[in-house]
């Protein structure tokens, strides 16, 4: 067992060095998605694909399969394979689970000959090639629709530049200066990685890191063992569902997990998952194995940084072929737009058995818009690219948080009005919180937003979006909350659904209407305490007619509340 200050100075180092690495790549990249709304991960794997650290505000289903790709390379190369200098890439479906704008940069790390561990970032590229510029397509019916595939290709070989593959990546996609200038400020983070690795292994040795690492692992384990030990023993089950894969859009798309409790060990059961479908919705399974590892960190082991110890008392059953573990050619552009719901999920089959800790239903999306097109003002094509909040499920302690990303994406944030409208010839003409979009309850939920953009040119528009029917639900008596919707406001004033369009064309001055979901209540309106809902009517959350009808309160027309009207009111 090392020294206690020798174990915190490497648990904490090897932290620092993720987050070192985070902001290299924030600092270098070229794309919005990178630089302003973080939609990336760094970290450090070991050469069985162990997660040993990773960054602070990573996005956790990306971070919770990083391995995937190094063991994907480790079978293709074999552990020997590998040498100083080399720089590999990978967004392989298979390993990888998930669309292919999300690229895997790692380099191997040797200490005195030894291959060590491997640093790595998987960060969202703008564009792959494929259908469609931005994210995955919502037409594609095949991964070969989606763009191209590097499966660890070296694009560095013991320090010496792969010419040829550097070129067949330029060639096959639209904006290679962006992306090949993210390839470069992700290899940048992993150098730096490597340095700081050196410096820690050159100053403890190789056993002491090792052993520190170790008692790391064992320490995660054994808290949330614990944790797990206060859940009641039980099968717990729960069903939703998505509004449809995009192909056959008149046709849900139901979901249904089963969570198993026995002592301190937890099971996520995927056996009931539908199989995979013909539109892009499907993930791979490293996508499924993170969807399990994000909804059990967030209730067994919230506090803290991720590695793989913590993982250790979790089993997830998931057969080939199913919504979350789909099987190639099967297209993965939408992988991130099941995973939410699938989270939602899970935590509602484990609320009777955590009410303390499992929250009400959110946004349930991972929904996001791409405009594209030629910029005249600047005489050069264009591509903008955004993701954006909605409302979390209110929950034990509190209300739901506003305005926040979904589950999966950790600390993401949207793109600020002001870089999109200063690179880009759009406008954003509104952005603020949707009045009552949040569930009623003891604690509401979170309020989703209203966001109103239009085109200075003519150009081309991206949408997904999940959780159009079934709406954010409420747990222990709460409220629903509204769910998500798109529209496209025409020049005539017409409106046309764009809850899910590729490329679909966009006139300048037409205006695009996107209302995302807010949060379910937890508990019942009526125990809410009226000065709280007079507040919420005052600050413009909810108005003074859903303060009558879900929590019979009376406000005064300047928002104040009205004691006796409320009190007449809840008598009658």
């Not at 000959?113 to 564009?127: K, M, N, P, Q």
């Not at 264009?382 to 954006?388: K, T």
């Not at 659904?497 to 037409?510: D, M, Q």
Request: net charge negative; with cysteine.
């Amino acid at each position: 067992m090392p020294h206690p200050v020798t174990l915190e100075v490497v648990r904490n180092a090897l932290i620092a060095y993720s987050n070192e690495m985070a902001t290299v790549l924030v600092r270098t990249a070229y794309n919005m998605m990178i630089f302003e709304v973080h939609d990336y991960c760094t970290g450090i794997v070991d050469v069985e694909g162990n997660i040993i650290s990773q960054n602070t505000g990573g996005l956790p289903i990306f971070l919770a399969d990083l391995g995937a790709a190094i063991v994907g390379a480790v079978q293709i190369y074999g552990k020997d394979g590998f040498a100083p200098g080399d720089v590999l890439v990978s967004n392989d479906p298979e390993l990888c689970g998930q669309h292919l704008n999300n690229i895997v940069v790692f380099t191997p790390f040797f200490f005195e000959g030894e291959l060590i561990a491997f640093l790595a970032s998987r960060a969202h590229w703008v564009d792959v090639g494929g259908g469609s510029s931005g994210f995955g397509s919502t037409n594609s019916q095949s991964i070969f629709d989606e763009g191209i595939q590097l499966r660890a290709i070296k694009i560095y070989s013991a320090g010496k530049r792969n010419e040829e593959a550097f070129r067949i990546i330029k060639d096959n996609i639209r904006y290679p200066d962006s992306s090949l200038g993210d390839l470069r400020a992700q290899i940048a983070g992993c150098k730096l990685g490597e340095r700081r690795l050196e410096d820690l292994f050159g100053k403890y040795g190789v056993d002491t890191v090792r052993e520190c690492v170790t008692a790391i692992w064992d320490q995660a384990e054994a808290l949330a063992r614990a944790k797990i030990r206060t859940i009641p023993d039980g099968v717990y089950e729960a069903s939703s569902f998505l509004d449809s894969d995009y192909v056959e859009r008149d046709k849900i798309v139901p979901i249904k997990v089963r969570v198993v409790v026995e002592g301190d060990e937890m099971t996520v059961d995927f056996t009931d998952l539908p199989p995979q479908v013909k539109g892009p919705i499907n993930s791979g399974p490293s996508g499924g194995i993170a969807a399990a590892r994000v909804a059990y960190k967030c209730l067994v082991a919230p506090g803290g940084g991720v590695t793989q110890g913590e993982f250790r008392p979790l089993k997830v059953i998931l057969p080939p072929g199913r919504l979350l573990s789909a099987i190639r050619p099967a297209p993965l552009g939408g992988w991130s737009l099941s995973l939410p719901t699938v989270i939602d999920t899970i935590l509602l089959a484990l609320a009777p058995a955590l009410p303390d800790v499992a929250p009400a239903g959110h946004k349930g999306d991972m929904s996001g818009y791409a405009l594209m097109g030629q910029d005249k003002s600047r005489g050069r094509p264009y591509i903008c690219l955004n993701i954006f909040g909605g409302g979390w499920g209110g929950q034990k302690a509190a209300d739901g948080v506003s305005a926040a990303v979904s589950i999966c994406q950790g600390n993401v944030h949207n793109g600020p009005i002001e870089v999109q409208e200063a690179y880009y010839p759009v406008i954003i003409d509104k952005h603020e919180l949707a009045q009552d979009s949040c569930g009623a309850g003891l604690h509401r939920g979170g309020l989703g937003i209203e966001i109103i953009l239009r085109s200075e040119d003519d150009a081309y528009l991206n949408t997904q979006f999940q959780r159009t029917i079934m709406p954010p639900w409420g747990i222990l008596g709460g409220g629903e909350g509204v769910p998500n919707q798109a529209y496209i406001e025409g020049l005539d004033g017409q409106r046309r659904p764009a809850i899910a369009v590729t490329r679909h064309p966009l006139k300048a001055g037409e205006r695009v209407v996107m209302l995302t979901g807010g949060g379910g209540g937890y508990g019942d309106p009526l125990a809410r305490a009226p000065d709280k809902v007079a507040a919420d009517v005052k600050a413009g959350y909810i108005s003074a007619k859903r303060a009558r009808e879900d929590y019979r309160v009376v406000v005064g027309p300047q928002g104040d509340l009205d004691a006796s009207a409320t009190q007449a009111l809840r008598a009658g």
